[in-house]
């Protein structure tokens, strides 16, 4: 069944409503559990106390339990609700419009051990306006109860605050993070009294899909450190490559788990609130890669011009020895001395010229 002190049950959004003949639940509230628990949810009256009458077929629960692999569990409550019997139940409350109406409820779930009973739970009450004639629902209220609890065997009323943070831990925001830019997100509960006990994860996800575990199972990565400044913990990593590739970037979103514990621990309510699970979210903006372009270099380059100095140098070498080769196959094939003489002259000058500055006059 997992660490006794491991009992935590939160919220994890508004839930919805609607009503049709076709629909198999008309209600759903989604909760963050601990992972392996026995878990039971019953609708009470909106004082959280009395039990629905006639019975408790007006309102029919099913419990979806999504398994994350992590500390926590996602579970979603989907409520089936009879029509008929609502408007005779003490969970119904007729509006001054014809055929119209509240359904005002209360929504608990509880955590239990198999022989002590309930350890922990959360309580909802949920307000839904209704016009019966049409299935329309003019609107929705939700909330926490806000009520003594000291009959659990523990609280879950931990809160944590994150935010990007600079390097003294203070919030800032509008942050767009660079292709190997450091990500850093602070960790900071609400209460004074309560501080971080260890980060258990700390997963990036793109388009839907986790793509790199900064933390898992408490232990950060190659590119991640976990440190504390001031009442903050402190979570930094990189932004790697993977995270900006195609055409067009896409944002980040970073979710986790943290342990959380009192500082003295004269103040715990019993063993049980010795440490909490807590999940966080945070945004990340990614900045768009930018693409440079380079010139190619020039095929010759040199100081002043020595370049072309070179060029006037190896042309008139090559001219040389061409000629030289041609009027010596002249030379030896005719040997008549008018092409002699030429070619004594050619090869007169052309050393002349080379013996200077390189350049043919």
Not at 53 to 58: E, G, K, L, M, Y
């Amino acid at each position: 069944m997992g660490d006794i002190d491991d009992w935590t049950i939160t919220s994890a959004g508004n839930g919805t409503a609607e009503f049709g003949d076709d629909l198999d639940y008309e209600l759903s509230l989604p909760y963050r559990v601990s992972h392996n628990r026995i878990i039971e949810a019953t609708i009470l009256a909106p004082d959280c106390k009395q039990r629905v009458t006639p019975d408790d077929s007006v309102v029919s629960i099913t419990k979806d339990v999504t398994v994350t692999g992590g500390p926590l569990d996602d579970l979603n409550l989907l409520m089936d609700v009879n029509i008929t019997k609502i408007q005779d139940s003490n969970i119904w409350e007729y509006s001054d419009v014809s055929n119209s109406g509240t359904i005002h409820m209360c929504v608990k779930v509880d955590l239990m051990h198999e022989t002590i009973g309930s350890i922990s739970f959360h309580e909802t009450v949920m307000k839904i306006m209704v016009d019966m004639t049409s299935n329309f629902i003019v609107g929705v209220d939700t909330g926490e109860v806000d009520r003594n609890t000291e009959d659990t065997k523990a609280k879950t009323r931990f809160d944590i605050k994150s935010c990007h943070c600079d390097e003294n831990a203070a919030c800032i925001s509008n942050v767009t993070i660079r292709q190997n830019g450091q990500l850093r997100v602070c960790l900071q509960p609400v209460s004074d009294e309560i501080s971080v006990n260890r980060v258990v994860s700390f997963v990036m996800h793109q388009d839907g899909k986790p793509k790199m575990d900064a933390i898992a199972d408490g232990n950060p990565n190659a590119l991640t450190s976990i440190s504390s400044k001031r009442d903050a913990t402190v979570v930094a990593t990189r932004m790697v490559s993977s995270f900006f590739e195609g055409v067009t970037t896409t944002d980040v979103d970073v979710t986790g788990d943290l342990y959380l514990g009192f500082k003295n621990r004269n103040l715990q309510e019993g063993r049980n609130l010795e440490e909490q699970v807590v999940g966080f979210h945070v945004g990340v903006q990614l900045e768009p890669t930018e693409v440079t372009f380079r010139e190619l270099p020039k095929a010759i380059q040199g100081k002043g011009n020595a370049g072309l100095k070179a060029i006037y140098i190896v042309l008139p070498v090559l001219a040389f020895a061409v000629g030289i080769s041609f009027f010596a196959w002249a030379y030896h094939s005719s040997r008549r001395p008018k092409l002699q003489k030429t070619y004594e002259w050619f090869v007169k000058s052309a050393s002349e010229n080379t013996e200077g500055d390189g350049v043919w006059a």
